[in-house]
C-alpha cells in the first residue's frame, strides 16, 4: 500500500508539472483535472497527503523503507518538479528512471 501510495503522489506530481500543456493539448484538455474544476492548490495539496500517508504506512516497515520513500519523493520532484523539471533533459530523464527502477 506505501508503494501504491508513492506512485500515486509521483503521477499526481507529474499531472501539476503538466497543467498547461494539458489544457492547451486538445486531445488531453477534456481529461484534464483543470478543466473539471480542479484547482492546482488542490492538487498539490493531494500529492502531500498522498505523500504523507505513504511515509507512515513505510514508517511502519521501518526506517530503511522510509528513506526509500523519502529518495523516492524527493527523485519524482525532481523529474517533474518546477524547480528542475528534468523531465525534459534526455540524459537526466533516463537516468532518474533507472535509478528509481534500481530503488
Same mark, same amino acid.
Given at each position: 500500500?506505501a508503494?501504491m501510495?508513492?506512485?500515486?503522489?509521483a503521477?499526481?506530481v507529474?499531472d501539476?508539472?503538466?497543467?498547461?500543456?494539458?489544457?492547451g493539448?486538445?486531445?488531453?484538455r477534456?481529461?484534464?483535472?483543470?478543466?473539471?474544476?480542479?484547482t492546482?492548490?488542490?492538487?498539490r495539496w493531494?500529492a502531500?497527503? +498522498?505523500l504523507?500517508?505513504? &511515509?507512515? !504506512? $513505510? *514508517?511502519?516497515?521501518?526506517?530503511?523503507? /522510509?528513506? +526509500?520513500c523519502c529518495v523516492? &519523493?524527493v !527523485? $519524482? *520532484?525532481a523529474?517533474?518538479?518546477?524547480? /528542475?523539471?528534468w523531465?525534459n533533459?534526455?540524459?537526466?530523464?533516463t537516468?532518474?528512471?533507472?535509478?528509481?527502477?534500481?530503488?
Amino acid at each position: 500500500m506505501a508503494s501504491m501510495l508513492q506512485v500515486a503522489h509521483a503521477f499526481v506530481v507529474n499531472d501539476i508539472a503538466g497543467w498547461e500543456t494539458d489544457l492547451g493539448d486538445p486531445r488531453r484538455r477534456h481529461w484534464s483535472m483543470a478543466s473539471r474544476g480542479v484547482t492546482r492548490v488542490e492538487m498539490r495539496w493531494f500529492a502531500f497527503r +498522498l505523500l504523507v500517508y505513504a &511515509a507512515i !504506512l $513505510s *514508517l511502519s516497515l521501518g526506517p530503511m523503507s /522510509l528513506v +526509500l520513500c523519502c529518495v523516492t &519523493a524527493v !527523485l $519524482s *520532484l525532481a523529474y517533474s518538479g518546477a524547480g /528542475l523539471f528534468w523531465k525534459n533533459v534526455p540524459g537526466a530523464s533516463t537516468a532518474l528512471h533507472l535509478l528509481v527502477d534500481g530503488i
